[in-house]
């Protein structure tokens, strides 16, 4: 079965600056994607970026990035520039397609942004 | 275009009750997925339908149920209600649900049993 491990429950980060999300997952499928949500106290899940195991460029959307390292199953989000509008949970998914039709996530990560 | 749409947002029912949650996807979406969100296990995923037909089914009792109708829209039902059922319950929509199609989430219903 397919794991998700977000092992930073709680990050900080100061306005303007940057800030890192880890994400490890574990698989044995080739075909995945990969996804991180922003939560906020709004409830409403908003998908920020997306990655798809057979590119080896990490995607990009603006202000938000990801580092994935395949071998390595891991999928961290990078925030430049930190807005006070970024305070979410964050919580990274995992989509193996096939017959599964399923998002899998992690516990998330609630990130505070400081003024 | 109107997004997801879960129906009530907010649920006080007692123990033993049943109730039933509304989810109105994206136009032309087919597929509707379920999840429970719970401080302690997180989001965990109930079941997927696509065209009507149930494709995919968690880790949960017998006590929680769905279907999707004709228009594609989503109802889930949980019998006998339990403490332990309180949660934040999110629909999402996707045009396939497939791995490479982005899913919609709509706001939750709050649902509490006290």
């Known amino acids: 079965a397919q794991t998700v491990t977000q092992s930073q429950p709680e990050m900080s980060v100061q306005e303007a600056e940057t800030v890192t999300l880890s994400c490890t997952y574990d698989?044995?499928?080739?075909?995945?994607?990969l996804f991180w949500y922003k939560q906020p106290p709004s409830r409403q899940m908003i998908l920020v970026i997306r990655?798809?195991?057979?590119?080896?460029q990490n995607a990009t959307e603006n202000r938000f990035s990801v580092n994935f390292q395949k071998a390595a199953k891991s999928f961290s989000l990078k925030i430049s520039d930190s807005q006070l509008g970024d305070a979410a949970m964050y919580f990274c998914?995992?989509?193996?397609?096939?017959?599964?039709?399923?998002?899998?996530f992690g516990k998330g990560t609630l990130l505070t942004v400081n003024p | 275009k109107a997004g997801v749409t879960q129906t009530p947002r907010y649920l006080i029912k007692t123990r033993g009750q049943q109730v039933t949650l509304s989810c109105s996807p994206i136009?032309?979406?087919?597929?509707v997925s379920w999840y429970q969100q719970t401080p302690g296990q997180g989001l965990q995923f109930l079941f997927e339908?696509?065209?009507?037909?149930?494709?995919n089914k968690g880790n949960f009792p017998g006590r929680f149920s769905g279907r999707q109708f004709s228009n594609s829209r989503s109802e889930m039902n949980v019998s006998t209600l339990e403490l332990g059922d309180s949660a934040l319950y999110l629909c999402?929509?996707?045009?396939?649900?497939?791995?490479?199609?982005?899913?919609?989430f709509g706001q939750g219903t709050r649902l509490t049993v006290v």
């Open positions: 990655q798809e195991a057979y590119k080896q």
């Open positions: 999402a929509s996707s045009p396939n649900g497939g791995v490479r199609t982005e899913a919609f």
């Open positions: 998914a995992y989509n193996g397609g096939g017959s599964n039709y399923k998002l899998t």
């Open positions: 339908y696509f065209s009507e037909t149930q494709r």
């Open positions: 698989t044995s499928e080739s075909d995945y994607y």
């Open positions: 136009s032309g979406h087919r597929s």
